[in-house]
């Protein structure tokens, strides 16, 4: 992987609200490069949406974020370019029919087509897959998933691994691309105790290396930065220039169109 650069975290009165009310709503945050930032609160408290807006994949409807010097909302695109998503239910899953080293070989070659600069493209093929099997090898280094444990090493089936080993898996994809920032949705579920403790130990070892980390989950640990969501209320009445900003955001943005369209909106971005 290429030296990462950690990606500092901004946000001031951050929210997102669509036609069924809020999804999340007065954010705010002020984090360094190569933190380890927790999203904490209850399933369905708006955690993956804040996580997806903040990586530039939702588009927030009120106040403003930065990520790595980009301002949010206006330059989504220049943050997805320096986020990477992690596990994200609906937006972005291993593929079970898929072979680990399948898995690990798609990854290296999405990245090398949409993130590797034009000089990368034009070397010879065995270079570029040396420089890739150099790569992979580098993240699964860094995502402590090694591969000679698995039960069929590299051509062990995905559907077939267990759930950390999954999220290490889902880990290295996400650093082949040498991102600012690492972002993963439900880090705590179908956890035990021990594997909870070693999953948050790795996303240390990345913010170590200086990546920043977002992490979603039930209970953050103590030396996080933590962001609380809160369970849904019931909606109050619209604020001054909240229905100008509500009609404003359904014309240019379908991501606010109920949980279900923005998931669908995210994975196509």
Not at 99 to 108: F, S
Not at 191 to 199: G, I
Not at 206 to 228: F, K, M, Y
Request: charged share 25%; proline share 6%; with cysteine.
């Amino acid at each position: 992987m290429d030296s990462p650069h950690g990606a500092a975290v901004k946000a001031e009165d951050f929210g997102l609200r669509g036609p069924r009310g809020w999804a999340f709503q007065g954010v705010g945050i002020d984090a360094a490069p190569g933190s380890l930032i927790a999203v904490e609160g209850p399933s369905g408290s708006g955690r993956t949406c804040l996580l997806l807006a903040l990586t530039g994949r939702m588009k927030p409807t009120r106040g403003h974020a930065e990520v790595g010097g980009h301002r949010l909302p206006k330059r989504m695109t220049a943050v997805r370019r320096i986020t990477a998503l992690g596990p994200v239910s609906g937006v972005n899953e291993l593929d079970q029919a898929l072979t680990v080293a399948e898995q690990l070989r798609e990854g290296a070659l999405l990245q090398r087509h949409y993130g590797a600069p034009v000089r990368a493209l034009l070397r010879p093929r065995a270079e570029r897959r040396a420089a890739a099997g150099a790569r992979i090898a580098s993240a699964l280094e860094a995502a402590g998933l090694d591969l000679a444990t698995l039960p069929k090493g590299e051509r062990t089936s995905v559907r077939d691994l267990e759930r950390l080993e999954s999220v290490r898996l889902s880990v290295a994809i996400a650093l082949l691309g040498s991102p600012g920032l690492l972002a993963l949705d439900d880090l705590d579920l179908k956890l035990s105790d021990t594997e909870r403790a070693e999953a948050w130990a790795l996303l240390r070892s990345v913010a170590a290396r200086g990546i920043t980390v977002l992490a979603v989950c039930s209970e953050a640990p103590a030396d996080a930065i933590v962001l609380r969501t809160s369970p849904k209320e019931p909606d109050a009445p619209d604020e001054p220039g909240d229905a100008e900003n509500d009609a404003k955001n359904d014309s240019e943005n379908d991501d606010t169109k109920g949980a279900d369209d923005a998931l669908a909106e995210a994975g196509r971005a």
